[in-house]
């Protein structure tokens, strides 16, 4: 799918700039069978495979054996001096060592300036072209509209058949012009057959204008032949139901991962799956007695669990987000970066230029959306902006805190500029007025929750899991899932501050601190509230009883939250405080086995 992307993308560039091309798609004639033995051989000992490796290879693909059938019997058997075998599992990557050679060639061309490719950079950045996009034996070829560098890309094909025994197949091989060519009969004599754009690769349109209703005609057809409306007649409603689902998770999810659904179709196939749904084996119109729009809610909100067709396309184009924002070590990321221009580390500048062949303009139109629901983790610090970005689990620092923001000269720095081992390094254009330092405190105890930088690479992630994975699969068991802390609601949910820093959680502190008469300030992370707990702790008369107190906080907590979440109850803040004094009790109770001791004991040995 990364080639579709990349070649929609080439061809948009080359149309801006009202520049003749030629988009060359060959076809390989029986590609496994004519495979040549020698120049498979000669490849892996090229790309430093060993003697013993080659043999083993030779061995596994010459190893087969052939028999004629004369009048209904076998005469006698005899082996084969080319081509691989189809089905058998090596054979796909043995095929692209083959392909590599073809890939080779076509690079040498276009490093001696025989062949050039089709520039995807706007004005002005540094240029990236795109000469060849190979996959298995699907070839795209993009050159400029000349006479001599058709013959160059013939010859090349011609000697590649030759030595690998791989034929193009003139007759099925196509030239599509890009913008107006006017030599294009010169250029038929030399190189197969031509054609007008759009066309097909890999089963996705390419050279279509992205918004068009057109390439989803065959979608549609499809599911129309799909869901028949004879075949209604002998399901039940939940049958229905299942092949609804079945039928759209196959057939367009293919096409809306990396195509907008206009509207149009998208009430086009609603219409086909609610006529499907609800026709059943009436003979007369079924009536809608349900609004669409619930009936494709989910089952635990009262609908039927029918697939929203725009959220759905939303969901697979923003896996393109997802990838250009955490792995930029591909291709397609490179030409994106180059066309488009990153605004941050994480996503492109807006595409403003009018809907063509272009896709990244619908996907890129999805950012703010994406965004809401990832975070980024960082591990080095190296191109995370400080204030700019969304890094902190409270949100941006910029937004929380515009005041200090405008106080430091460091407002463009990223984090590892402002960390040191000690901690932040803040420069602030002034001194502090008296009625700010409150403020400022309140800004670093904030930022002293970040744990330090790491070893590796910033990436993004989704929102509400530590580890970045996102809980699908708990949705799908009837957990409900929120971001959001339980308790307060203000912020999101973390360990740190479920444990230490939200309001009722602080409350349930208060009721042990106070008895102490002990000012502590809440620290931000649980490692040390533990430390600063033991010193707390000192003057106190069972030091034993003391350091049960941070357990049996937390577990009352975690259970409560639990409470809230799986059981969809809650308990006010009296009964939070005596169940946690009751928790207290009874685990002093299991520590002094021998003796009974009432609650009264407890909190006066504190």
């Given amino acids: 799918m990364d080639v579709v992307l990349i070649a929609n993308e080439a061809i948009d560039s080359r149309s801006s700039l009202k520049k003749p091309g030629i988009l060359c798609k060959l076809d390989i004639e029986k590609a496994y069978d004519h495979v040549n033995w020698d120049f498979l051989m000669g490849m892996l000992e090229k790309m430093g495979f060993g003697l013993k490796w080659r043999q083993w290879i030779k061995f596994c693909i010459s190893s087969v054996s052939f028999s004629v059938l004369i009048y209904g019997c076998p005469s006698g058997f005899f082996g084969s001096q080319r081509g691989l075998r189809q089905g058998d599992p090596l054979s796909p990557f043995l095929f692209l060592l083959v392909m590599e050679g073809l890939n080779n060639m076509i690079m040498n061309a276009n490093r001696e300036g025989w062949l050039r490719g089709f520039e995807v950079a706007r004005a002005g950045r540094e240029s990236l072209k795109i000469t060849h996009?190979?996959?298995?034996?699907?070839?795209?070829?993009?050159?400029?509209?000349?006479?001599?560098?058709?013959?160059?890309?013939?010859?090349?094909?011609?000697?590649?058949?030759?030595?690998?025994?791989?034929?193009?197949?003139?007759?099925?091989?196509?030239?599509?012009?890009?913008?107006?060519?006017?030599?294009?009969?010169?250029?038929k004599l030399i190189l197969g057959e031509v054609d007008a754009l759009p066309t097909t690769y890999l089963g996705m349109p390419l050279g279509a204008k992205s918004t068009s209703l057109e390439i989803w005609n065959g979608v549609i057809e499809?599911?129309?032949?799909?869901?028949?409306?004879?075949?209604?007649?002998?399901?039940?409603?939940?049958?229905?139901?299942?092949?609804?689902?079945?039928?759209?998770?196959?057939?367009?999810?293919?096409?809306?991962?990396?195509?907008?659904?206009?509207?149009?179709?998208?009430?086009?196939?609603?219409?086909?799956?609610?006529?499907?749904?609800?026709?059943?084996?009436?003979?007369?119109?079924?009536?809608?007695?349900?609004?669409?729009?619930?009936?494709?809610?989910?089952?635990?909100?009262?609908?039927?669990?029918?697939k929203n067709l725009k959220n759905q396309s939303n969901a697979l184009r923003m896996k393109w987000l997802w990838r250009y924002s955490n792995d930029d070590q591909n291709l397609w990321g490179s030409v994106i970066k180059a066309k488009y221009e990153e605004s941050d580390n994480w996503m492109t500048k807006e595409v403003t230029t009018p809907?063509?062949?272009?896709?990244?303009?619908?996907?890129?139109?999805?950012?703010?959306?994406?965004?809401?629901?990832?975070?980024?983790?960082?591990?080095?610090?190296?191109?995370?902006?400080?204030?700019?970005?969304?890094?902190?689990?409270?949100?941006?620092?910029?937004?929380?805190?515009p005041d200090i923001h405008t106080l430091?000269?460091?407002?463009?720095?990223?984090?590892?500029?402002?960390?040191?081992?000690h901690g932040w390094n803040f420069i602030f254009r002034r001194h502090l007025n008296d009625w700010e330092i409150p403020r400022v405190t309140e800004f670093f105890s904030v930022i002293e929750q970040f744990s330090g930088l790491e070893t590796g690479k910033y990436r993004l992630q989704?929102?509400?899991?530590?580890?970045?994975?996102?809980?699908?699969?708990?949705?799908?068991?009837?957990?409900?899932?929120?971001?959001?802390?339980?308790?307060?609601?203000?912020?999101?949910?973390?360990?740190n501050h479920l444990f230490i820093q939200c309001k009722v959680t602080g409350q349930l502190w208060s009721l042990f601190l106070r008895r102490k008469n002990i000012s502590w300030v809440m620290p931000g992370r649980i490692a040390e509230a533990l430390y600063s707990w033991e010193e707390a702790g000192l003057q106190a008369k069972n030091r034993s009883n003391w350091r049960i107190i941070p357990a049996t906080i937390w577990w009352t907590v975690w259970k409560e939250r639990n409470l809230?979440?799986?059981?969809?109850?809650?308990?006010?803040?009296?009964?939070?405080?005596?169940?946690?004094?009751?928790?207290?009790?009874?685990?002093?109770?299991?520590?002094?086995?021998?003796?009974?001791?009432?609650?009264?004991?407890?909190?006066?040995?504190?």
């Fill in 133 to 187: 996009l190979q996959y298995a034996d699907d070839t795209l070829k993009f050159c400029d509209a000349e006479e001599d560098h058709l013959k160059i890309l013939r010859l090349i094909l011609v000697l590649f058949e030759g030595m690998s025994g791989l034929h193009v197949n003139w007759r099925k091989s196509f030239l599509y012009p890009v913008n107006e060519v006017p030599n294009m009969e010169n250029l």
């Fill in 222 to 306: 499809k599911c129309e032949m799909k869901l028949a409306r004879w075949k209604s007649q002998y399901l039940s409603l939940g049958g229905r139901l299942t092949l609804i689902n079945s039928v759209l998770d196959a057939l367009p999810t293919y096409m809306m991962s990396l195509f907008p659904i206009p509207p149009g179709v998208i009430n086009r196939l609603d219409s086909i799956r609610r006529k499907f749904l609800l026709q059943g084996n009436k003979e007369r119109k079924g009536y809608h007695l349900v609004k669409w729009k619930k009936v494709i809610n989910d089952k635990r909100v009262g609908g039927l669990g029918i």
């Fill in 355 to 401: 809907y063509g062949v272009s896709l990244w303009k619908s996907i890129r139109s999805l950012w703010d959306e994406f965004k809401q629901n990832t975070k980024i983790k960082v591990v080095d610090g190296a191109k995370t902006r400080f204030w700019k970005e969304d890094w902190h689990e409270t949100g941006n620092l910029e937004t929380l805190f």
């Fill in 408 to 421: 430091v000269l460091q407002q463009q720095n990223t984090i590892v500029e402002l960390w040191t081992p």
């Fill in 462 to 495: 989704w929102l509400g899991n530590s580890n970045g994975t996102f809980k699908e699969n708990l949705m799908k068991r009837g957990i409900t899932l929120c971001s959001r802390c339980f308790f307060c609601g203000e912020t999101a949910e973390t360990v």
């Fill in 564 to 606: 809230r979440v799986f059981e969809i109850r809650e308990s006010n803040m009296q009964q939070i405080k005596l169940n946690c004094i009751l928790t207290l009790c009874f685990w002093c109770n299991q520590i002094y086995s021998n003796d009974t001791v009432s609650i009264n004991d407890v909190l006066d040995s504190l």
